[in-house]
Structure formats: structure tokens, C-alpha cells
């Protein structure tokens, strides 16, 4: 009978830790569903995502060098065999999924919230078109990243690079200069570049108001920094395909 008791009473045990567990799953599910859920984790990938551009920017910076790309290899070389950052690329492919897609369920949500527009609408006077178009922009930003993972991520990583440099690396800066040579991609690079600036203009100071960093004293240097930080980025970025185009690095 003790022992009856006993199992009794610990199945009854797991069965309230079952409970607990189900409700507290429900209550994170229901948190990170609902629009404050959403641009939370629009802030957290945000903020994990231009970190990432931070590195991306630097290594890619390295072919102004203009040394035939031995430095670039040499960057490119490091990041592609370094054990922690193939590990954090599984999280950036991760964080870019899971902010593309709640970018995209709260432009639904908003749309659908105010299915039709007013008959008069002076967006400007509460707040920046860029602002209001970040589900356009991203979408825009989302072709473009797709391209550019075929183009050369896929490369680097699995179908491998045929060419070596002067110092027997991976020649991914003779991939870029072969690829750049397509006006057209060209084009592309510069477009989506122009999309990053103003989808960041935004995407900085929100990430960090939306997590709740924000204070009447710090606010304005967070969106200066965010300022020079969208036109410093996306300017590198796209003086890279019209310096392999034009000839100025070679």
C-alpha cells in the first residue's frame, strides 16, 4: 500500500510538472505571437544582424588593398575553415529566416489591422516613408541576399572554387571580379545597397528601442551612430561591385 502511495504520488508529481511545462510553453508561445513578441525578435535578430555586417563589411573591405586579393583570401580563407564562425553562420542563416519572416507577418498584421487607408494621410508628419516601407524593403533586401548566397556563399562553402591565389588559397576575390564583370549584377548590388541603407536608417534605433535601451539622454547618439552607421555600411558595400567593374581594383 506504501508503495502504491508512494508511485501514486510521484505520477502525480510529473503529471503537475507536465502541467506547468505545457502552460509555460504556452505562455512563451503566446508572448513571441503576439505584436510585441514579434518586434522583439525583430530587435534581437536585428541587432545580431548588423554585428554580422560590422565583420562581413571588414573582410569584404580588404580588397581596396588592391594586392590581387591575397588579403581578402587570406580573410575570406579564415572565415570559411574557423570552426566558431561556421557555428555562428548556422545562427545568422537562423536569425536572417526568423527576422525575414516576422518582418513579414507584421506587415501583414498591419495591413490587415487597417485594411483601408484614410481618406487623408500625412505619413510624413509622425514618421519617415522608410519607415513605413521596411516590409517593401526587406522583401527587396531578401531577393538580394538570395542572389548573392548563390552567387558566392554557396560557392565558398560547398561546391568549392576552382582557382587558387599567388599563395595557393581559395581565390573567392577572382570569383567576385569574374561576377562583377555582369553590369546587370552590378545594378542589382547597387539597388539592394540603397534598400540596406534606408532599411537600416530605421532597423538600428528601432532594434534598440524595441528591446528598451532607449533614454532621453542616449536616444539621440543611438540614432546618430545608427546614421553614419547605415551610409558607412551600405556605401562600402556598394563601392565593392563598381571598383571590380570599372577597373579600379584589379
Not at 502504491?4 to 510529473?14: E, G, I, P, Q, R
Not at 525583430?42 to 569584404?60: K, Q, S
Not at 539592394?192 to 535601451?213: I, N
Amino acid at each position: 500500500m506504501i508503495f502504491v502511495f508512494k508511485l501514486s504520488h510521484l505520477l502525480n508529481t510529473f503529471a503537475g510538472i507536465e502541467l506547468k511545462y505545457k502552460n509555460l510553453m504556452a505562455s512563451f508561445g503566446n508572448a513571441f505571437s503576439s505584436s510585441i513578441g514579434k518586434k522583439l525578435i525583430m530587435g534581437i535578430t536585428g541587432l545580431f544582424l548588423i554585428l554580422f555586417l560590422i565583420v562581413h563589411c571588414f573582410i569584404n573591405s580588404l580588397i581596396f588593398l588592391n594586392d590581387g586579393g591575397l588579403v581578402f583570401n587570406l580573410g575570406a580563407n579564415f572565415m570559411a575553415t574557423n570552426w566558431l564562425i561556421r557555428g555562428s553562420e548556422v545562427i545568422l542563416m537562423l536569425g536572417l529566416i526568423v527576422h525575414a519572416v516576422q518582418g513579414l507577418r507584421l506587415t501583414f498584421q498591419n495591413q490587415a489591422a487597417r485594411p483601408v487607408k484614410y481618406a487623408v494621410n500625412n505619413g510624413n508628419a509622425n514618421s519617415k516613408w522608410y519607415s513605413r516601407s521596411m516590409g517593401l524593403l526587406g522583401t527587396l533586401l531578401l531577393i538580394f541576399l538570395i542572389v548573392h548566397l548563390s552567387n558566392f556563399w554557396v560557392v565558398s562553402r560547398f561546391t568549392g572554387i576552382p582557382t587558387e591565389d599567388a599563395n595557393g588559397r581559395e581565390n573567392l576575390y577572382a570569383v567576385m571580379q569574374q561576377a562583377f564583370q555582369n553590369i546587370w549584377l552590378v545594378v542589382l548590388y547597387e539597388l539592394a545597397m540603397v534598400s540596406l541603407a534606408y532599411h537600416l536608417l530605421h532597423g538600428f534605433a528601432s532594434a534598440f528601442q524595441t528591446l528598451g535601451w532607449n533614454h532621453r539622454k542616449y536616444s539621440p547618439l543611438i540614432k546618430g551612430v545608427g546614421v553614419w552607421y547605415s551610409i558607412i555600411i551600405s556605401l562600402l558595400f556598394a563601392a565593392m561591385p563598381v571598383a571590380f567593374y570599372t577597373g579600379l581594383i584589379k
